[in-house]
């Protein structure tokens, strides 16, 4: 999906997506007595037959943990690869419109070079839905992340807060900072506002909603694949040169599974530990110190920096 559309694949005609009635097919149906507690849509270049074929790798098993259904909209390419995602997911967003019928629910929104991370855990999906259909003012929930450590300068919190809980697996961040959209899960009002002809598009898919994306699923469920496996004309940065190196890198599993962890939890234990040294040295009281840390660490803790 990240190559975009040209023209949107209708029954006869070509039109602007916004306008457009998606074509997309029904892939598997692992839901019970046709209800499925998520349905996925991932929007699909015909042309891109590798990338269907890593998607399908593992797909069926995801949908089968999850009693989803999966549908494959039907997108082509375009040369203005920028709009096309824009296009393309606003097709996604109609699929889903249709398949509530007029109701209130979620849907997986995932682009084709995507891929579970390394600590994915499908059963996360159901916490974020829940948590997604309370919150529908937050239109999206992130379940996949931007491979660099964002949170060292916007720190995240988890979402259930007490002292007395663990804390949920939504995080929120203090401000909006741009993700990806390799895989949102999105509210049905999400789709209609993108699905509306008055809709005023000002940038790249995910820049336009950048000051919202602030809340995400971690562990991060998914990830984009590298630039090797999954090029893109989407980013020319990203086609050579530092740019593919950078997206080589840091999609490489281990990789962006260190920096989601940094994301979690290396803003307040940086924030922490620096005083906590400057007051050893101070006292030249390791005990001082380490009572020092502990307290910190509870106050954080309950704050849900976790």
Known sequence: ???GVSRLQVEETSAHASNATPAYDLILDASDNGTASIPVFVGHAAENTERWTQMMSWLPDFINSISGALYRVNCTMEQDAIQGVID????????ALEYYQGAEGV???????CMPSQRADFSLLEEAKATLLAHPEWYFIHTSRFPAPIA?????????TPLWEYGSNIYQKLIGTCELAQAMLDHTDHAARIADPDFAWVAAYDDQFASEMKHVVYPSIFQRRTEDETATTATPFFQGGLGKTL???CFMPWVYTTIDVINAHGAWFSCLLFPVIIIACL????????WCFAAGFVVCWSLGFR
């Open 1 to 3: 999906m990240e190559d």
């Open 152 to 160: 060292l300068v916007d720190p995240e919190t988890s979402y259930s």
């Open 247 to 249: 997206r080589n890198i």
């Open 88 to 95: 393309c997911h606003v097709l996604v967003a109609r699929a």
């Open 107 to 113: 849907y997986l929104d995932l682009e084709d070079n």
């Open 283 to 290: 006292t030249g009281d390791l005990a001082i110190a380490a």
